[in-house]
């Protein structure tokens, strides 16, 4: 379809710029001095627009002969043709408006060079501006299909990094029901059965984009359930939630790999006392501040393997916020302190 002729906004706009070419070709035919203001208006107007549309046929032909593939030749003899016999039907439009408004043969000749060369300039003029249109078109184009190429490798790999997440846990929860199972076998088969309600409440949640925090901390709460059947008074949690951040998105399970470090690698390392506790808050900037704090020992080996958490987080927040998102971790004596701030919800919720 016509870009120009599809839009009746890019029309309006289209016939509106052939107005400062009819008002200099009255100008100059009234300068000749073979018509007056008046005839010069009234010839010069109704040309131009009628010459507009005839203009706007030569995007069909930009569209089948593109720069890059066609030849400089082969460019130069179509659209030399072209404007040559635009140009024609120009004038022969001329001479039927002129007899129109009065104005004799004798009187038109001398305009006939100046309505040529005005032709052709604007035809011309027309087919540059049509080939600047198109290569914007492929420019957007292009960028489009970038950021439609970004957006799917980013839900690919957002698909991917949920994925890992119950798998992961699946293999820490057995693990220690396989720890129970020699020494309580009730406490590991009340451990099998609070993991099975925590797995049926995350059915489902790979299709979700994002459930509220409220949500998520539920979620949370189940899985340290299971753990306190294995730890005992050795995991007490402590939970401090402002109410406005109940509601607050975030990506489903995204702060279960980080309090399952907490646990893993550090309530199961200390004797007695441990401590995890969660928060969330609005920030003094509007975002969203969650805190996981937990209790581990100092002096304890690291871990023989890579923690998993982290990385996962950080790469799902990338993902989805950019640089609007950050989590930063550190340790103070006995304490370490896993942040993560989110902007806030834009339907301005905290």
């Known amino acids: 379809m016509h870009p120009i002729l599809a839009s009746p906004r890019r029309l309006g706009v289209y016939l509106l710029a052939v107005t400062p070419f009819a008002g200099l070709l009255t100008f100059l035919m009234h300068l ?31 569209r089948v002969m593109p720069l890059r593939s066609a030849g400089a ?35 038109l000749h001398p305009e006939i060079p100046l309505l040529f060369g005005t032709g052709v300039f604007g035809y011309l003029l027309s087919v540059a501006s049509y080939y600047v249109m198109m290569a914007l078109e ?11 190429a970004r957006l799917l490798a980013g839900e690919a790999e957002l698909r991917a990094l949920k994925a890992q997440i119950n798998p992961h846990f699946l293999y820490n929860s057995l693990n220690s029901i396989s720890a129970l199972t020699s020494v309580d076998p009730a406490r590991a088969r009340n451990m099998c059965i609070l993991l099975s309600d925590f797995l049926r409440s995350t059915l489902g949640m790979g299709e979700k984009q994002s459930i509220p925090l409220g949500e ?16 005992g008074a050795r995991l007490e949690m402590e939970e401090s939630v402002a ?23 550090g309530i ?28 581990f020992d100092p002096d304890a080996p690291p871990p023989r393997r890579k923690g998993f ?42």
């Open 138 to 148: 492929t420019s957007r184009q292009a960028e489009r299909r970038e950021a439609e």
């Open 73 to 107: 030749a082969r460019l130069l003899s179509t659209f030399g043709m072209s404007a040559l016999a635009a140009s024609g039907l120009m004038l022969l439009g001329a001479e039927a408006i002129a007899r129109l408004i009065g104005i004799n043969q004798e009187r």
């Open 268 to 295: 199961a390392n200390v004797v007695e006392n441990g401590v995890l506790r969660l928060t969330a808050a609005r920030t003094p900037e509007q975002a969203i501040a969650i805190t996981i704090e937990n209790s």
């Open 309 to 350: 958490g982290q990385a996962n987080v950080r790469k799902r927040l990338h993902s989805l916020y950019g640089n609007r998102a950050g989590l930063r971790a550190s340790a103070e004596g006995d304490r370490y302190r896993v942040e993560i701030t989110l902007p806030a919800d834009e339907n301005g919720r905290a």
């Open 32 to 62: 000749s001095g073979h018509e007056s203001l008046q005839e010069s208006f009234l010839l010069a107007f109704p040309v131009c627009l009628i010459y507009a549309f005839l203009c706007a046929t030569a995007w069909y032909i930009c």
């Open 216 to 231: 998520e901390f539920e979620l949370l709460r189940r899985y340290l359930a299971i753990e306190k059947v294995r730890f």
């Open 243 to 265: 109410e406005e951040c109940l509601e607050q998105p975030v990506p489903p399970l995204l702060l279960q790999p980080l309090v399952e470090n907490a646990v893993v690698h």
